[in-house]
């Protein structure tokens, strides 16, 4: 008599198996997103806004899936690293796996470097350079014949007349506009040059160490939120030890998991729209390339 199959290799089989069958369902997902969107590019509708009204309409859900991803993955992670951090210095191995952790991100943090630095030397002979342009004054012309073709213009004493017979060099047709009030000047400006001093200061530990943890959360500050989780948790824990209260007794850490366990679901919720949500990306932007 041949021994009955263990009940947990045949949940796994079956999850290999659901897995390996929603990918290929992506497959002709993908296919069908790129028809459609190759057939609206070629659809020229009498009314161009109804193709715009179309477009638009596809892709929605892949707009509201994007949004949604957004919405839940930064609550998500806030919420797991200040749990993990808690769960390490409870059993005592914070500071090995932050030494381990440290040393990945300066490792990385160097690759990054050497890779970025690599590639404007290979790139750099394909970059275009050009001399900023210096601002000049705005100059401008005024009709004074009805008729056209005639321009007020000015001579050396600063008489104004009407004139037909100007050359487009002649100086004398034009006029200059002073700004006074500021109101024709315009954002644009010459590059900024930063230092290597500058660019560290602001890119790096003024991005890290924020100064509104809600406004990095409405600003998508993933570096911010994960360095204020961090200390959140490590005080945390210190505040548990100190009152002599265990992990399992807290009502803030029990609080942190039910929000965990809430956005995990929403994760998975999210997740079961990706199919769809891939056919409605597709098909948009496929249609805006072509």
């Known amino acids: ?14 999850n290999e198996t659901a897995d390996v069958t929603e990918e290929e369902a992506h497959v002709p997902r993908t296919v069908v997103g790129v028809g459609i969107g190759i057939g609206l590019s070629t659809w020229e ?46 059993v005592g ?24 630095i690599l590639s404007i030397l290979i790139f750099k002979r394909f970059f275009e ?11 401008f012309q005024l009709g004074c014949n009805a008729t056209g073709g005639e321009f007020l213009a000015h001579d050396s004493s ?19 506009i002073v700004d006074v009030d500021g109101t024709f000047k315009t954002t644009a400006g010459p590059p900024v040059e930063s230092t290597v001093s500058e660019t560290v200061y602001a890119g790096v530990f003024q991005t890290m160490i924020t100064s509104n943890i809600f406004g990095s959360f409405v600003d998508g500050n993933f570096a911010a939120v994960v360095v204020f989780a961090i200390f959140m948790g ?4 210190k505040s548990l030890q100190k009152k002599k209260i265990d992990t399992s007794e807290s009502v803030f850490i029990a609080f942190l998991k039910e929000v965990d366990g809430i956005l ?15 056919l409605s990306l597709i098909s948009r932007y496929e249609q805006v390339l072509s």
């Open 93 to 116: 191995r914070a500071s090995s796996v932050g030494g381990k952790t440290v040393g990945l991100y300066l490792l990385t943090t160097v690759i990054a470097a050497i890779i970025g």
């Open 1 to 14: 008599v041949s021994s009955p199959k263990p009940l947990k290799d045949e949940v796994s089989s079956n």
């Open 158 to 176: 600063g008489n104004v007349f009407c004139s037909g017979n100007l050359t487009d060099d002649d100086p004398n047709q034009y006029f200059t």
């Open 234 to 237: 490590a005080g945390l824990c």
């Open 264 to 278: 995990i679901t929403l994760i998975y919720w999210i997740i079961m729209v990706t199919p769809f949500a891939v």
């Open 129 to 139: 350079t050009a001399d900023e342009e210096e601002d000049t004054e705005a100059r």
């Open 45 to 90: 509708p009498s009314d161009p806004k109804d193709k715009e009204v179309a477009v638009k309409w596809i892709g929605l859900i892949g707009d509201m899936f994007i949004r949604c991803l957004k919405a839940v993955v930064l609550p998500l992670v806030f919420v797991n690293v200040i749990l993990s951090i808690v769960e390490m210095m409870a």
